[in-house]
């Protein structure tokens, strides 16, 4: 079984929608997407979500469900400094790196800046909601595996958001999510895969085949867009307010 998991395009955040260029993406990737009709198609409750694969979805005259646990990870952290609240992955290199909890899918819930907010919730409702999808599927987990009484050729479409798939990464592959956030980055309606592999009749484990794809843009002499990347140097301009650094 395949899963593909998509970025939305350019987004609009204000209007929870797409840009002009965002909607020039989620046509090409309908264009992709058209060729390999999927078996099932998911969507994000968020509009940017939903914009991104109306095209698509229009073309194969399918519908998508909607799964709300696949809207944008929007877990918090506290700033003990200030009292504000942030995203997980609003902290400077200079404060995650030195925490080596963050490099352990066992123990990074347990960094007390993470305590501080409602992370570990929502890390679980992906994890719960992930795992229910593929158990629909006939994948039902055991510890680092899913058991298959058959495994299946479905490929299932998932459009979604950066961090939220960083979080079912984190979950299918056994890795904290903080270096996924931070080290990585998926490009609006990017493509990832992943893909089962059963070396041992009736277990499998997930493979990434490929990660944040944007060859349908390449194609079409569309240039990615950075959203969601800082500034190559800090005279970018792309820099924001320092947040735990010190």
Known sequence: MKLV?????EPDYEKDSLTPKGWREAALLADRLCREPADAYYCSPLGRARDTARDTLQRLGREATVLPWLREFSGTI???????????????????TRCPEF????????????????SAAMYQEVCDGLDAL??????????????????CRKTLVLFCHFGVT????????????????????????????????????????????????VSHLYCADEPPSRSGRFGEVYEDGYAVRP????
């Open 134 to 151: 593929l158990a629909s599927c006939g994948f039902v987990r055991r510890g680092m595996l899913y058991a298959a009484k058959e495994n």
């Open 103 to 118: 490099f352990d899918a066992g123990r990074w819930l347990e960094n007390p800046l993470i305590q501080t907010g409602d």
């Open 78 to 96: 506290i700033d003990p400094r200030t009292g504000e609240e942030s995203i997980i992955w609003d902290q400077m290199p200079q404060y995650w």
């Open 243 to 246: 947040f735990i650094h010190d």
């Open 5 to 9: 998991i998509v970025r939305h395009g």
């Open 166 to 213: 960083m979080m079912m990464l984190s979950h299918l592959l056994g890795l904290s999510p903080i270096p996924l956030l931070h080290g990585l980055i998926l490009p609006p309606t990017s493509v990832s895969t992943l893909a089962t592999e059963e070396r041992r009749k009736g277990e499998v484990f997930f493979r990434c085949c490929g990660l944040g794809d």
